[in-house]
């Protein structure tokens, strides 16, 4: 016979008969609690499996992009400047990047026009992000129309669609020869959007950056490790948004835990005094207290937590696509894979659970210590 | 038994609405034997028996416990005595739950619980396999007819039957002594004869009862052993029933 | 006397206890078993990554700076006017760039 055991099961007994006196209260209170729990969940495990997944990508990013300023604003750069780069001992080699935005003003779509010497499309054939496809509704051997700088229509055709798969990368992405490239947009010879560097030892990034500037002071060159950094931070807590949904949660349990702290009815003062008539110890109370605060907050992180990770990783975080969509028409569809940080999760536990059981047990204390007899009298 | 010595109980001491509700009363309870303390309201009657009961610390004056209850007291001596006024809180609360049986005036009864879950609370704390006490719990609620109300909400009973409750309540950890406080207030003759009679049993099984009541029907009764009554917080007669 | 009796709750409570942690447990082993499964997936996108040359993910395409806010420069956000306010949604959600180990 475990006593210890057998009376901790009584008390959670009585606490959960006690609970459901006031069924509807409780419920509502369980409910919101988890729905609290479940969005807080969601933003830790969709965050987390963001960076994880850019993380991972973005190590094959290039060491570095150097962009040229002119008047504080981003300007082509002159791919001169790259072979004065590639002289520069470490780089192992310079490539200039074209690429830039075309804005679809049929539907209010931008996309990012990339043209590359890597696996290029036929000439006047383009390779297509899924997500482009989709908001155009384009298959393979469709063509698509551009507007070109100087007001003339340019047709391509769609040679390739890219997998849904990369959509969290290439979703917006319209891939064309360099030649089309400069003549859609009368990119002048001699310059690029910017240049990927590539060095042989990445400690000597910052080194050789540094030089860069040295050689040509209108650059600026970004390295791998902030571009890395970038995405570290995406959805910083600081940010507006998520600032107001932390805030609106931890006021949430200040309220909750209100409730219970801002001390007991008559009616529970005097259900303790009987309690403790019929031979219940203080600590037997404080039990039965804890209990009552621990059913519903551990109830609450438990739900929580499994319906958001169904959420985000089986649903794709669906409840969030507004919020992230903004006021931009194309929009990735994408499937995360799962990541969690067990350290925010271990948080948000300590979080739900131990305000709201404190605030049970604290204003039952008393009630709980004075003779039964004054308890019942009051 | 159960020895008084000098107990007396004041409430708001010091202040101008001081209130001394029993007064240097000394008096010895019999074992095995049924107490009356008969008087009108007022008389401190409830307020003895929630000293005696370990509800409440005197004032001044001591009570002691002899040969009565569990004997697994650490503080009970070689001749089984148990000073109740001078043990802290902790010991008191096992006292209360193992050697008294406590049937309060207004029943005290947890409201939206069932009836079977409020004859076991007392034994909630004590860790005792829960289907033994279910069963023990089930036993006292046929013994007083009200079994078919076990899975009730209290609230729903009548006054009769919520006091036959709180008396099984009041026995589900066998205690040797059982204190009832005006338990005849709200039940009619028949049920009061009823009572007096079950009265009767427990004093049959070995256990000591003490009883307050201004009912004719209770210190009348044959049952009763010894009255003791009361005015104003004092004893002014103590002998046997008639 | 009757020997069956219904489950107590604190049972019933324990039983669901254990379930949610052991469905979290469960939950926890998938993570391991997907992320072994989406290699392949995550491989193939960084060799899109090194093909192309990417900076970004496609997150925010509403505006230029929002697509690539790894290669925003400091003034991308207000080149519209030196007061305009940052307005676009994604820029609640996204915090500027560190600029502070850019060289003077």
């Known amino acids: 016979m475990n006593r210890p055991l057998e009376r901790h099961r009584n008390i959670v007994d009585f606490a959960l008969s006690s609970l459901l006196r006031r069924k509807g209260k409780n419920i509502s209170l369980l409910l919101v609690y988890t729905l609290i729990v479940f969005i807080i969940a969601s933003i830790i495990f969709f965050v987390q499996a963001l960076k994880r997944e850019a993380g991972l990508v973005l190590k094959e990013a290039p060491d570095m992009v150097v962009q040229r300023l002119v008047a504080g604003r981003h300007d082509p750069i002159p791919v001169a400047f790259a072979e004065k780069i590639a002289a520069i001992r470490g780089v192992s080699s310079v490539t200039p990047r074209l690429w830039g935005y075309y804005y679809d003003a049929a539907i209010g779509a931008n996309y990012t026009i990339m043209a590359t010497d890597n696996n290029p499309p036929e000439p006047e054939s383009i390779i297509i992000g899924s997500g482009v496809a989709r908001v155009r509704r384009l298959a393979k051997g469709d063509m698509m129309t551009f507007r070109a700088y100087d007001g003339g229509i340019n047709l391509f055709e769609v040679q390739d669609i890219l997998p849904y798969a990369s959509e969290l990368m290439a979703a917006d992405m319209v891939i064309m020869d360099r030649s089309d490239f400069r003549t859609l947009f009368n990119f002048p010879d001699g310059v690029a959007t910017d240049l990927s560097v590539t060095v042989r030892n990445p400690r000597e990034l910052t080194t050789i950056a540094a030089k860069i500037v040295r050689q040509f002071p209108d650059t600026r060159p970004i390295l791998k490790s902030e571009i890395l950094r970038t995405y570290n931070s995406i959805f910083d807590w600081r940010g507006g948004m998520l600032v107001v949904v932390l805030g609106v949660a931890v006021l949430a349990f200040i309220i909750f835990a209100w409730d219970k702290a801002t001390g007991l009815s008559a009616e529970e003062r005097k259900e303790i005094g009987i309690l403790k008539s019929i031979g219940w110890e203080t600590s037997d109370v404080l039990l039965l207290k804890f209990w009552e605060g621990a059913v519903i907050s551990l109830s609450a992180f438990l739900f929580g937590v499994i319906l958001a990770y169904g959420h985000v990783f089986f649903f794709s975080a669906s409840l969030f696509e507004q919020a992230l969509k903004g006021w931009a028409v194309l929009y990735p569809r994408f499937k995360l894979t799962p990541a969690a940080d067990p350290y925010q999760l271990a948080v948000l536990f300590f979080l739900t659970v131990i305000p709201y059981t404190v605030t049970t047990i604290i204003p039952s204390w008393r009630a709980a210590t004075i003779d039964p007899d004054a308890a019942m009298r009051s | 038994m159960i020895e008084l010595l000098n107990v007396t109980k004041s409430y708001n001491a010091g202040k101008a609405n001081q209130f001394t509700a029993v007064e240097d009363v000394s008096l010895d309870i019999k074992q095995g034997k049924v107490t009356v303390l008969q008087g009108p309201s007022g008389s401190g009657k409830t307020t003895l028996l929630t000293l005696i009961g370990c509800m409440a610390r005197p004032t001044s004056g001591r009570i002691i416990l002899h040969n009565i209850g569990p004997a697994s007291f650490g503080e009970a001596g070689e001749s089984g005595m148990v000073e109740i006024t001078s043990l802290p809180e902790r010991f008191l609360t096992g006292i209360r739950r193992t050697t008294f049986g406590f049937i309060f005036q207004h029943f005290n009864l947890v409201r939206g619980i069932t009836v079977l879950e409020n004859v076991m609370l007392p034994a909630y704390p004590t860790g005792e396999r829960h289907g033994d006490v279910r069963i023990r719990a089930l036993n006292l609620l046929e013994m007083f007819n009200t079994s078919r109300h076990a899975n009730s909400r209290v609230d729903l009973l009548s006054g009769g039957e919520i006091q036959r409750v709180a008396i099984a309540r009041a026995l589900i950890n066998n205690p040797s002594v059982i204190i009832a406080d005006e338990p005849t207030a709200h039940l009619d003759t028949k049920l009061s004869s009823e009572f007096m009679a079950m009265v009767g049993t427990f004093k049959d099984q070995g256990k000591t009862i003490l009883i307050a009541s201004h009912d004719p029907i209770v210190y009348d009764s044959a049952v009763a052993d010894m009255v003791i009554e009361m005015r104003d917080g004092r004893v002014t007669r103590s002998g046997k029933a008639l | ?104």
């Open chain 3, 1 to 104: 006397m009757t020997r069956f009796f219904p489950m107590r709750k604190s049972t019933k409570f324990f039983f669901f206890i254990t379930i949610c942690t052991l469905l979290q447990a469960a939950l926890i082993q998938d993570i391991g078993r997907s992320q072994a499964n989406s290699r392949a997936i995550t491989a193939a996108n960084a060799e899109l990554v090194h093909r192309l040359m990417l900076t970004d993910l496609c997150l925010f395409t509403e505006a230029r700076y929002t697509r690539n806010p790894s290669l925003t420069d400091i003034h991308s956000a207000f080149q519209d006017h030196p007061l305009a306010m940052d307005h676009f949604p994604s820029g609640s959600l996204v915090a500027p760039p560190d600029f502070s180990n850019e060289a003077p």
